[in-house]
Every structure is written in structure tokens, then in C-alpha cells.
């Protein structure tokens, strides 16, 4: 499947025929049509994959015992990266004669979207009751958050580049994340009752 993914992703759907897919992949006609029964058959198998793939990453990457900061990122770089190929499966697939559901590359997208936004709520609920975080809707925090994924996502699948770069969504939560950062409380000089604000030293 990887060989009609790459095809698909560089010629989209239409632009792919079964011939080079066979070619390309090394097996004869009838062994791809038995085990997909046809190009239809294939691509959605490739979507469903994609899609598949994302789910596992996504759960290694919102799970451990690290700091919520740390799997936060480690969400939205795997939102980015794995949601790139989906993506791209996406726009290739236009006018192929596919359901439009959940096994379809556009029901998978709506998918990976509501997974990314549920668990980055769960997470920074995580943070803001263990004081990581400071106090905020996490529902609108992680639709920025996967907002921000989004966009990286949306500018790479119209690159041809194969490696996804994750430097500009990881810059991008950087910055949604220093905004959820708790702030620190002012501290009472113990004479006039008024906080003191401590200032760094410039060297």
C-alpha cells in the first residue's frame, strides 16, 4: 500500500492507474484485485491506513508520565506529521467514487479532527488541575492549539517536500503554550502590604 500511496499523494486519484500502481508496488493485476477488489477498493484501504496510523501515534503521543507541556507538544507534532499524509489523500481523492463517511479520507479527517480536540481538552484540564497550566477554557485552548496543527498541515500538503517539518507547529504551540503558562503571584514585601515585583538583573 505504501507504493499507491505515494502515487496517489503525487498523481491524485484519477491521475493513478492500475497499471503503474502494479508496476510500482512489484505484484501482478490479479493479486491487488483480490486483495482490494479494485483502485476504489485500494484507496480507501490507504486512507483507512493513514488513519489507523494517526490513532496510534496519537495515543503514544498523549501517553506517559511526562509533563502535560511535553505531551501537548507531542499531540500537535503528531496531529501535524501523520495529518499531512491524510491530507494529501484527501485532495487526491477528488471525484474518486468513494463513501462519503468515516472510512472515506474526508470522514478520517473529521475524525483525526475531533480525536486531536478531545484529547488536547483532556490534557490541559490535566494541566490546569496540577497547576502546569494556568486557569482557562480547555476547549478553547485546544481548538487553538489544533488550529495551529491545522495550518501547518494545510501549508505542507501543498508542498512536495516527503518530510513533513515540524518546526513551524512546534514554534507556533511554543507560543499558545507560553500564554498557558500560570503566572507567578506577586510577593508582599511584609512592610506596606503591597506585592514587589522581582526584576531580573541586566548584566
Known sequence: MEAAARLFASHGYAGTSVR????AAGVSRPVLYYHFGSKEGLYLAVAQAAVANYEAAFAY?????DDVVLRIRRVCRAHAVVGRELARLNAAGVGAPVPRDETSPSGGAGRVLALAVE????????GVASGELAPCDPSAAALALVGAAEVSVAQQACTPSERPNTDRVDGVVAVILRGL????????????GSPV?????RQ
Not at 20 to 23: A, C, D, G, L, T
Not at 61 to 65: E, K, R
Not at 197 to 201: A, S
Open 181 to 192: 503558562a500560570p503566572r507567578e503571584q506577586p510577593k508582599d514585601d511584609g512592610v506596606s
Open 20 to 23: 503503474e500502481i502494479i508496476r
Open 61 to 65: 503521543a498523549a501517553a506517559g508520565a
Open 197 to 201: 515585583t522581582h526584576r531580573r538583573r
Open 119 to 126: 484529547a488536547l481538552c483532556a490534557l490541559i484540564a490535566e
